[in-house]
């Protein structure tokens, strides 16, 4: 059985947390680039432009790519071989988050209350935490900072099965054509397809995390990634909302078995900046 430090979580939890934060991802900057290509609309070219320009600036100054610097989510896959020590994980992840918002001077916007007292945590945390037990003894965490004003725009929707294709489409674009122009375009969008009530949404999140322009295993949910793709795009919202071509970046949907009276659908929005950093013990 390998041993794992809470020392090591901590550490590795803090570096993520800032590298997230500063550094786009690669697939990110190619795909921004791409639509800059393909972008007509003035006003969207130069919203394109400057999250490039955003981006470079992010990087060489060592400061957030937005001044929203999210909650902290967490996806862990944990190697069933391996046994944490000197600690919780809730916790050590929390001193991670901790210490990456305060010593890295990222914006702390969690308060402990979401109703009444609404008073900040000071730290960013709690982090929202998702574990998942895998096979071996590696240790796999992935640090999402997830603004709110992306995860305002996303929705759920408990459809019938008689809906189809047709009724998840128009879903997801109803969703879009609502609230996404508050969500800072272009976008990433992760649907999920299937599962339950609590499930649905979770698939969609984790779809943010594949690579821009990767496509579904199966071919069906691939055409439907690309037919969701150019039915956002024809909304016609545009980089940050102006008007243009290039309203999403990409769309990415995952599915799981559900229930025989069931089609449950999540649409979980990311803004231009897809934050996430990943490492492994």
């Not at 796999?140 to 047709?166: C, H, Q, R």
């Not at 879903?171 to 996404?180: D, E, L």
């Not at 545009?238 to 990415?252: F, M, W």
């Amino acid at each position: 059985m390998r041993r794992i430090s809470s020392r090591e979580v901590v550490e590795l939890v803090k570096r993520l947390s800032i590298e997230a934060n500063l550094y786009a991802p690669i697939d990110l900057e190619e795909s921004l680039r791409g639509a800059e290509a393909l972008e007509a609309s003035p006003y969207g070219l130069a919203v394109l432009q400057d999250l490039l320009e955003n981006i470079k600036l992010a990087q060489d100054e060592k400061m957030p790519l937005c001044q929203d610097c999210g909650m902290a989510v967490v996806f862990v896959d944990w190697g069933q071989e391996a046994v944490l020590v000197d600690g919780s994980l809730q916790e050590s992840i929390d001193e991670g988050v901790s210490r990456a918002y305060v010593e890295g001077y990222l914006r702390k916007s969690v308060v402990n209350d979401p109703l009444y007292d609404r008073k900040n945590t000071g730290d960013n945390t709690p982090a929202i935490v998702h574990l998942r037990l895998v096979q071996g003894s590696e240790v796999e965490i992935t640090v999402v900072p997830k603004g709110m004003g992306s995860e305002n725009a996303s929705a759920l929707a408990m459809l019938s099965p008689a809906d189809g294709e047709e009724g998840v489409v128009n879903f997801v674009t109803s969703v879009i054509a609502q609230k996404g122009q508050n969500a800072c375009p272009p976008l990433i969008i992760g649907v999920g397809i299937g599962g339950n009530f609590e499930s649905a949404p979770l698939l969609a999140k984790r779809s943010l995390l594949r690579p821009i322009g990767s496509r579904n295993e199966d071919p069906r949910y691939a055409r439907l990634e690309e037919r969701l793709l150019g039915e956002v795009n024809g909304l016609g919202l545009g980089p940050g909302g102006y008007g243009g071509k290039i309203t999403a970046l990409d769309v990415h949907v995952e599915y799981m078995p559900t229930h025989i009276a069931g089609l449950p659908v999540a649409v979980n929005v990311s803004c231009n900046a897809l934050r996430h950093a990943v490492g492994r013990l």
